[in-house]
């Protein structure tokens, strides 16, 4: 196991790190695509979509691929985009669930005096409610949504604010993530990164993009960080 000296504060994706969301993503998505007429859209497919914010997986769903169709009409994704946000609201999450050795794993770091972040690209409303939903919200000192700044993952704005807001250098942060997007945010903001490989990476293996370190389970991240015994 690698082990990362001076890290001092960690920023956490969300969708496919900490919880495991696609049930009520694709139960909403799917709800919205029958509204508007459009072919149905399953769970596997919508696993492959998340990762960009809540606009492009609606893209990706009327355009049924990862690419959104340039031609798509913009009435009808802003129609899909409210309908979604209603039904994903309306269902309460309630079938979502944090991943095994999350909740032990953040307090660990909490008692441990390590501050921690969420950085992701779900639209900032959702993000209290299942942070506190799930009783890991006391753990976070910051929590950035898709729409909180101008620039969402995989650009580094995100990161590089946590890093002015706490007076770090970039070797003190780690961020990590199940996805592509978590990882070149990473390297462009100059942060260490894990990535996890159980989460949402399009389909690809979260090797590919080149971590600093990979791990399959979220509780190996405290052998990954020395904690004070």
Known sequence: MTYLE??????????????????????????????????????????????????ILIGRCLSQSLEVDPSLDPAIHREARQLFDRFYDEGGHQKSALYTGVKDTLAAFHQAGIPMAIVTNKP????PHLLEQHGISEYFVDVIGGDTFPLKKPDPFALNWLLEKHQLTPAQML???????????AKAASCYVVGLTYGYNYGQPISASEPDIVLDHFSLLTEVIKLDS
């Open 124 to 127: 900032a409303q959702f993000v």
């Open 175 to 185: 961020m990590v993530g199940d996805s592509r997007n978590d990882i070149l945010a």
């Open 6 to 55: 001076g890290i001092t504060f960690i920023a956490f994706d969300l969708d496919g790190t900490l919880l495991d969301s696609v049930p009520d993503l694709a139960e909403a998505a799917d709800k919205t695509m029958q509204v508007l007429g459009r072919e149905r859209v399953t769970v596997e497919q919508v696993t492959t979509w998340i990762g960009n914010g809540a606009d």
